[in-house]
């Protein structure tokens, strides 16, 4: 069964770094996503991409967060100058249209 | 505007059936139910669509008042592997939309 895969599975990072997190959806899927979840809380949206665009980002995505799609399989998020408070877990999803939303297994990122 | 679900936590004995909630003060196009165990990535579970819809999976229900705005998760004679923290996603806008999850019901079964 196809699954969205995330790499790495754990950064740790100095604060002011740059990181870079990875993610190959499922092959056939249009739609993608970036989630967080601070450890403990809710899963919280950051941004969708369709079509190589950004469709919608929440107030969470600031200017030090960025997104692309290098090639026809990768899905990447780019966290600028990581912040103590960017520490998290963050989920890569995807789906084929308006649906199912699939969760890679995550990227833990701890900044120190 | 996240959805509110409810309860918070529920702890139940093997066999024993639980309920729960999710409602939203905006009208919902569609409702997505995840699970979620400890240091995993949320698993989905199931989506509703149209309004009064009522979905299955094995001894997993939900149905969707879309008059209501709310929708609600059905347990039935859970198993000890139900274990984890359940979330209702609602579409930010519609359409292929980042969801907006509820802060998660805590479901822990016990033998």
């Known amino acids: 069964e196809p699954e969205v895969t995330q790499t790495p599975s754990h950064q740790v990072t100095q604060m002011g770094q740059e990181v870079i997190l990875r993610c190959v959806p499922i092959?056939?899927?249009?739609?993608f996503y970036w989630y967080r979840q601070i450890l403990g809380q809710k899963v919280e949206f950051l941004v969708s991409?369709?079509?190589?665009?950004?469709?919608?980002k929440s107030e969470i995505f600031d200017d030090q967060f960025s997104v692309e799609r290098p090639d026809g399989s990768n899905f990447t998020l780019k966290i600028r100058s990581t912040k103590l408070e960017d520490s998290a877990m963050y989920f890569c999803?995807?789906?084929?249209?308006?649906?199912?939303?699939?969760f890679g297994p995550g990227t833990r990122l701890t900044v120190l | 505007q996240q959805p509110v679900q409810s309860p918070q936590a529920v702890i139940l004995r093997e066999g024993e059936d639980a309920v729960i909630n999710c409602s939203s003060s905006?009208?919902?196009?569609?409702v997505h139910w995840y699970r979620q165990k400890h240091g995993e990535a949320p698993v989905f579970l199931m989506i509703?669509?149209?309004?009064?819809e009522q979905k299955g999976h094995d001894k997993i229900s939900a149905s969707f008042n879309e008059k209501k705005q709310q929708s609600s998760l059905y347990l039935t004679a859970s198993q000890l592997s139900y274990s984890g923290t359940y979330f209702c996603?609602?579409?930010?806008?519609?359409?292929?939309?980042?969801?907006?999850f509820g802060k998660g019901t805590h479901l822990i079964i016990q033998p």
């Open positions: 996603g609602t579409p930010r806008r519609g359409g292929a939309d980042g969801l907006t």
């Open positions: 509703l669509l149209k309004g009064g």
């Open positions: 905006k009208a919902l196009y569609s």
């Open positions: 999803a995807s789906s084929r249209s308006t649906d199912t939303q699939y």
């Open positions: 991409f369709y079509n190589n665009e950004i469709s919608e």
């Open positions: 092959s056939n899927h249009l739609y």
